[in-house]
């Protein structure tokens, strides 16, 4: 075994313990995911054995296997999940035994009993109403027809029955004992989102305040790729927190005035916060893909702009800018964050794109651009930069108190810029 292989090996045994030890700590802390997963699976034990004792005094015993298994796969992540997904099993299993009871008992298990009972159950299986469970209309009906169980009628009733009954003992035990209810966990993988498009924003800035170093350009690369993990993650969490609300007895015992109502309004926060940082990850996308040509490494057979040919000033004006825009972005989605602080970021951010435009207009003016794919570049870093502080910008609406104390905090420190007429920067020219 050379050198590379155990390399690679002792790397997945360390991404493996640190991941144990990472769950093992999760365990200690109140609330955590690795606690819900715990408390799943003692219900969902129980869900089987109480549909196992249910169904093995009222069923044959040839059908009672069906309901413990039918428990175990209705404990779902949120109430909601159980009691709908609880009805399309139910209801596509009716459908499937109804199909091959009515074929099975006329022709018996054969390739025509076969060629009249698949084909109307994959239709049935695609009603949107089925959800995921429309396959098992087609597989309980096939499994009917080659056990011989379609000309069965106790057989086939014993199988509906013990299903509703795995489905009835998952329904109550997760709805009962401890429902789970998400409140925290969007508001986390949001923040986790932000820092990550924070991150790169920073790293960035400093490869290019650094005299152009573009060697993270790989690591910036992939970091903009794992952004969709991180945004799909965040768009999950948000939604199973909204759907853990619904039929949650936790939620409806704990329920206020809708106007003290907190769940309500995190929801909302986090659902706006999302959808602003998917836009800004967009942008941020477009910001390293902007400086591939500088990739010098690169098998791309497009043309490659040289350092050389954009300005280091520019370099070292834009790394400061996309400074201000990390530290706004960290600002707005910080939890119990200073919404004065994110007011005076945002006018510095402004201040020092607008001083970028001034720069670029007079010099294109008086006729200085002596390295015109430099000055593509440049525009186009700029416009994913101006749109991602107009996408800050409109995340953050203060309050006219908020407003009040921003321009008393301006005037105290002396500070100018961010109340200047430049509101928004010129376009580029």
């Known amino acids: 075994m050379n050198r590379a292989w155990v390399h690679r090996l002792s790397a997945a045994a360390r991404r493996e313990t640190s991941y144990v030890r990472a ?136 199988y509906v029955v013990a299903t509703a009954a795995g489905a009835l003992c998952g329904a109550i035990v997760n709805t009962v004992l401890w429902p789970p209810l998400y409140r925290d966990r ?59 609300h619904r039929y949650n007895l936790r939620h409806r015992l704990r329920r206020r005035p809708r106007a003290d109502r907190p769940d309500t309004g995190h929801d909302q926060t986090a659902q706006q916060t999302l959808q602003m940082l998917a836009r800004l990850a967009t ?48 600002s707005t989605s910080a939890r119990g964050g200073d919404p004065v602080r994110t007011r005076i970021l945002l006018g510095r951010a402004r201040a020092q794109a607008a001083r970028i435009h001034e720069q670029m207009t007079s010099q294109i003016r008086h006729g200085h651009v002596n390295h015109p794919t430099g000055w593509a570049l440049s525009g186009s870093l700029l416009t994913d930069a101006d749109r991602i502080l107009a996408i800050l910008a409109d995340g953050h609406t203060p309050s006219p108190r908020e407003s009040h104390q921003d321009r008393c905090h301006d005037s105290s420190d002396g500070d100018r810029s961010t109340t200047s007429p430049a509101q928004r920067p010129p376009e580029r020219t």
Do not use: C
């Not at 699976?41 to 015993?61: F, G």
């Not at 508001?187 to 305040?209: D, K, P």
């Not at 702009?305 to 201000?324: E, F, G, K, P």
């Open 186 to 244: 969007p508001n986390v993988a949001v923040r986790r989102l932000a820092r990550e498009v924070s991150g790169l924003l920073t790293a960035i800035a400093n490869g290019l305040r650094d005299g152009w170093d573009l060697s993270a350009l790989p690591d910036w690369k992939r970091q903009a790729h794992r952004l969709d993990e991180y945004l799909a993650t965040a768009t999950s969490a948000v939604a199973d927190s909204a759907e853990s």
């Open 283 to 330: 942008h941020v996308r477009a910001i390293v893909h902007a400086l591939f040509p500088l990739d010098h490494h690169s098998t791309s057979r497009a043309p490659v702009t040289t350092i050389q040919d954009v300005s280091h000033d520019y370099a070292r004006d834009y790394a400061d800018l996309l400074d201000l825009l990390a530290d706004t972005l960290t």
């Open 23 to 158: 769950q093992a700590q999760g365990l200690a802390r109140p609330g955590s995911h690795q606690r819900l997963h715990v408390r799943q699976i003692a219900k969902a034990t129980l869900a089987a054995v109480l549909a196992w004792l249910l169904a093995s005094r009222l069923l044959p015993t040839e059908a009672t296997w069906i309901a413990p298994a039918t428990a175990v796969i209705m404990v779902h992540a949120t109430v909601y999940q159980t009691l709908t997904n609880g009805l399309r099993r139910v209801a596509a299993v009716a459908a499937g035994v109804i199909l091959a009871g009515s074929i099975g008992h006329l022709l018996g298990l054969g390739v025509l009993s076969l060629i009249l009972v698949v084909p109307p159950a994959l239709v049935a299986a695609r009603w949107h109403r089925m959800g995921r469970y429309g396959s098992d209309v087609a597989t309980t009906a096939v499994l009917m027809l080659s056990f011989g169980a379609a000309s069965q009628d106790r057989y086939l009733a014993a």
